[in-house]
Every structure is written in structure tokens, then in C-alpha cells.
């Protein structure tokens, strides 16, 4: 069917074609479920609302319940039969009810048939059937029993059986969510609020999938928060709703064109939170640079995507679609062995490369460990003093394989550029190959950046050191976290993230630190 979206700020209100799938997300506030009921009453009879939420509590009950709801139906079987009149008060009961009374009604039907000798009767296949058999191979291991006229459950393995007020949450909502999308007319338009409320993971995208078969005549509408959720539809048109103006009432929304490099749910994400994006290397439950970042730049959006790879790739990917989100993109990649001109391409494309060598070497700037010495009452100079001894210690000791792990990189970088050339044939491609060691000369490399890292430890030059000295144990050796009166390293790093989370003369000072490595100017209004 066609969809006719609600009206707009800016321009006409636009129509979905042949909608079959449609997700609504939009950050919290925006209106999302206010343009959700708005779209559901364009729909008239045709809409069907389905909220496991809802379902599972008392609810206020309504003067006029949604024409063909589970709770018409409901009232409807009440008032045909006042003398075993039920007082469920939630949807779920309700639902539950409904269909135990629909399958009397119908094995009733079946019996009398055959009673009165028609032919060809069948035992009729009821909307219970269904519910049952579908709810069971999402849960393989559990039986669903009908003793005395009531729904019973078993486990394997299990002799007891019980009510379905037993079942946990989220064996109570995929009973829900199968049993009450039975119930919406031929070709309704479903709307569905939060469909990953109560249900895991694991079971949520193939759920919807086996409902969304099963109703192919209706048009699924999606309410919701879960990002890979809405990303998993695959016939799936996705509209941003990004504010609400009450006094209209009007929207500003977009229908979001799938066609991008960067993956759906990131994006959806970004879209949804409405600040700066700011991409990050590692991953966001164990890395150091997803806790740090967002502390550090609350005005953004910080997501890790793993390599420094992907950070560039999305970086440009999602700035390349900024006409149509009007969002900022940037990214934080560790310096590692990159060459200053490396660094200054990087920097010009929005990618922040910290004068640093990686993540743990922020930490070990002065302006962090003294923030922390004198948050610990112990003196700022003196700490710092000692860890810079140590560091440079570490640092003397690690400065030929330093360089040499420097001159690797430098090679496979001039390498690689230098294979990505156009060659006339075989013979040609040979000889350049021959002659490569000498081009690059990695011998002078290294010698020279031996020079170098000499004269950083002669004149005790300790951001030069951090800045080229790759050492993941750096913060642990140096001893910060004794000077400091923590016991570990990693005590260390969590006391480092707590004064940023706590605010005050240490966050600000740690803050600046961070920013001034980065050699960045945040272009946002500042939130603290």
C-alpha cells in the first residue's frame, strides 16, 4: 500500500510507495510516537496496534477500544456470553482468552458437523494451532499442554507443568507477538512499538522474520530504539524523525536513502543521537578509546569501529552524505609510526592523529599525570619528575628496535607506493624491484631516525618520546600508578576517567591536555 506520512516543517508531507516495512527512529524527544499515532489514525480500520509492553500490565481500560484490537474482540466474547463472563485485565490475558474461547467455539463447530453427518468435515486448524507451533520452535525444549480449559507449559525434562503466568517475560511476549498479529484483518497496516521489548537478541530478528512471512498481506510499521534491529529489515524503509512542533503540528523528518558505504545501524545511530559523530579505533567494551573520548568530547557521538581503516573509510563516508543530515563527522586514529606528512594528509580530512604514538601515551601526558597526583594529594612535580625518569629509562633501552620498527613501516609504506605504479611488462617491474632497496635505502632510515631518537633522549625531550615511542606497557613500568598512590595500572586509567566523569579543576585540566595533543578546536558550544 501507499503511506501517506504526516505533515512536515518544511515542505510537502511525503508518501512511502508499496510500503511493506517501515521503521520510525529518531532520538528521544524528537516525537516519534506522536508521527507513530498521527500515521495510525490516517490508517482508519486498517491499523492494528501491537505493544508487548502494554500487554504485560493493567492498563486504564479505553471508552472505544482500536476497531478488530484484541480488547474488541475481547468485550465482543463478553458480551455473548455473560454467564462466563472473564475479568482479564491485561492485553496479554485478554489475547490468551480470545483464543481458548475461539477454539471451543470452533471444535464445537466440528463436532456438531459431524454430528449431523456432513462429509468431508476436517479437524479445524485454529489460530491457537498456529500460535502453539510457532511458539514452540522458538522454544524447542518447552511443551504446550490444554487440560481442562486452560493453556498449560512444560520443560523437558520436567513433570510439573504451569501457567502462562509462570513463563518468563520474554516466552510471554513472542506468545504475544505471534498470537496478536493473527488477530489483525487482511492487509492491516500493523504498527509495532519497541518489537525488541523482552526479547533476546538471538531470537528477535528471526522472530520478526518468520510474523512478517506469516502476515505477508499486512505492512509492518516499526516504533523503535534497537539500531541493528532496524537495520536487519531487509524491504525496509527507514524514517528519521528529527523534531516536533506540537502547535502545528508538524515534523521535520527524512526517509533515509539505504545506498551508503557506512553500515545502516551506525548510521541510524548517529542520525538518532543528533550530536557530532566522532569515530574512534577499538571496540566499545574493552578499549581504553571509547571511555576516554566520550569524556572528552561530551558534545559528540563517539563510536569505535575497530581498525584505523574504518575510522578514515567512515569519516568520508558519512561527511559525503552530509547534505542530507547536516551532521559533522571526525575521527581519531593513534599516530603509530606515521610520518608528518602522513599526519598532515590524515588532519586535513577531518581524521585527528594525536601528537602521541598510541591511546595509553595520552595518558602519560604531563598535564594527566599531574591532574591526578593532585587529586591523590601527592606532589604534582615530583610525580611527574619520576615518571619521566622512568620513561626515558624504558625509552633509552627500547631506541634501536624503536627505530627499526619505525624503519619498517616507513619501507612497506614507499613499497607499496612504488608497486602501485603502471609498468610497459614483467621485464620492467623486475628492475624497479631490484633497485627498490636502494630508492628507499632503509639503512639511512634507520640511522638517521637513530639520530633522532638519540638527541629526543639527550635533551630529555619527553613529548617527542611519546610521540614515537610505541610501548603498550608504558604506564605500568613507569610506575605512575604507585607515585600516585594507586595500585595498579589499571587503577590508574580508572581514576583517570573518574575525574573526568566527576567534573571540576582535574576534568578541565585533563580535558585541555587531551585537546591540545589532538591539536584540536572543538567547533560545538561547549556542555560543561
Not at 506520512?5 to 506522536?34: F, H, M, S, W, Y
Not at 513463563?167 to 518489537?195: H, M, Q, W
Not at 617491474?429 to 631518537?453: A, K, S, T, W
Amino acid at each position: 500500500m501507499d503511506l501517506q506520512l504526516p505533515p512536515r516543517t518544511e515542505g510537502d508531507a511525503l508518501t512511502i510507495k508499496n510500503a511493506r516495512q517501515v521503521t520510525i527512529i529518531g532520538a528521544n524527544g524528537a516525537g516519534k510516537t506522536r508521527f507513530s499515532r498521527h500515521l495510525m489514525a490516517t490508517c482508519g480500520d486498517r491499523a492494528f496496534h501491537v505493544s508487548a509492553l502494554h500487554a504485560m500490565f493493567p492498563q486504564r481500560a479505553e471508552a472505544k477500544p482500536m476497531p478488530g484490537s484484541i480488547d474488541e474482540r475481547f468485550n465482543a466474547i463478553n458480551a455473548s456470553t455473560p454467564e462466563i463472563e472473564n475479568h482479564a485485565n491485561t492485553e496479554f490475558d485478554r489475547l490468551m482468552y480470545v483464543m481458548m474461547i475461539e477454539e471451543f467455539r470452533e471444535l464445537i463447530d466440528y463436532k456438531t458437523r459431524l454430528l449431523i453427518g456432513e462429509s468431508d468435515v476436517k479437524l479445524p486448524r485454529t489460530k491457537l494451532d498456529k500460535v502453539v507451533k510457532m511458539w514452540q520452535e522458538v522454544f524447542p525444549k518447552n511443551k504446550v499442554l490444554r487440560e481442562n480449559g486452560k493453556l498449560l507449559f512444560a520443560t523437558d525434562g520436567q513433570a510439573d507443568s504451569y501457567a502462562a503466568v509462570r513463563l518468563s517475560d520474554g516466552e510471554r511476549a513472542v506468545l504475544y507477538y505471534i498470537g496478536s498479529v493473527l488477530y489483525a484483518r487482511e492487509d492491516a497496516v500493523i504498527f509495532v512499538d519497541d518489537p525488541e521489548t523482552y526479547l533476546h537478541r538471538s531470537i528477535m530478528v528471526a522472530l520478526w522474520n518468520v510474523i512478517e512471512d506469516m502476515r505477508s498481506d499486512c505492512t509492518f510499521i516499526y516504533n523503535t530504539h534497537d539500531i541493528e534491529f532496524a537495520a536487519s529489515r531487509l524491504d525496509n524503509k527507514c524514517v528519521w524523525v528529527k523534531d516536533f512542533q506540537p502547535d502545528v503540528p508538524a515534523w521535520d523528518y527524512e526517509i533515509l536513502d539505504s545506498s551508503r558505504s557506512i553500515s545502516e545501524a551506525l548510521y541510524i545511530d548517529l542520525l538518532g543521537a543528533r550530536k557530532p559523530a566522532l569515530f574512534v579505533e577499538g571496540d566499545e567494551q574493552h578499549s581504553i578509546d571509547t571511555q576516554l573520548y566520550t569524556l572528552i568530547f561530551p558534545n559528540y557521538t563517539v563510536r569505535a569501529l575497530g581498525s584505523c581503516n574504518k575510522v578514515i573509510e567512515s569519516v568520508r563516508s558519512f561527511n559525503d552524505l552530509k547534505a542530507m543530515h547536516h551532521l559533522d563527522s571526525w575521527g581519531i586514529v593513534d599516530r603509530d609510526r606515521r610520518s608528518d606528512r602522513e599526519v598532515e594528509y590524515l588532519r586535513q580530512r577531518k581524521i585527528l592523529v594525536p601528537n602521541v604514538a598510541e591511546v595509553e601515551n595520552i595518558l602519560m601526558l604531563e598535564g594527566v599525570i599531574k591532574a591526578v597526583a593532585i587529586a591523590q594529594r601527592k606532589n604534582p612535580d615530583h610525580v611527574f619528575a619520576s615518571v619521566k625518569r622512568t620513561v626515558m629509562q624504558l625509552f633509552d633501552k627500547e631506541l634501536k628496535a624503536q627505530a627499526l620498527e619505525h624503519t619498517r613501516h616507513r619501507v612497506k609504506r614507499d613499497v607499496e607506493m612504488r608497486i602501485d605504479m603502471k609498468f610497459k611488462g614483467i621485464t620492467a617491474l623486475e628492475e624497479h624491484m631490484v633497485d627498490l632497496v636502494n630508492e628507499i635505502n632503509p639503512r639511512g632510515i634507520y640511522e638517521q631516525l637513530c639520530r633522532d631518537f638519540r638527541q629526543y633522549r639527550q635533551a630529555e625531550n619527553y613529548m617527542m618520546v611519546l610521540r614515537v615511542f610505541n610501548h603498550k606497557t608504558m604506564i605500568g613500568e613507569s610506575n605512575v600508578a604507585g607515585l600516585c598512590g594507586l595500585r595498579s595500572r589499571n587503577d590508574y586509567v580508572k581514576t583517570v576517567l573518574n575525574l573526568l566523569k566527576h567534573g571540576g579543576t582535574a576534568a578541565r585540566q585533563i580535558t585541555a591536555a587531551v585537546r591540545y595533543c589532538l591539536n584540536f578546536v572543538d567547533p560545538t558550544p561547549s556542555q560543561t
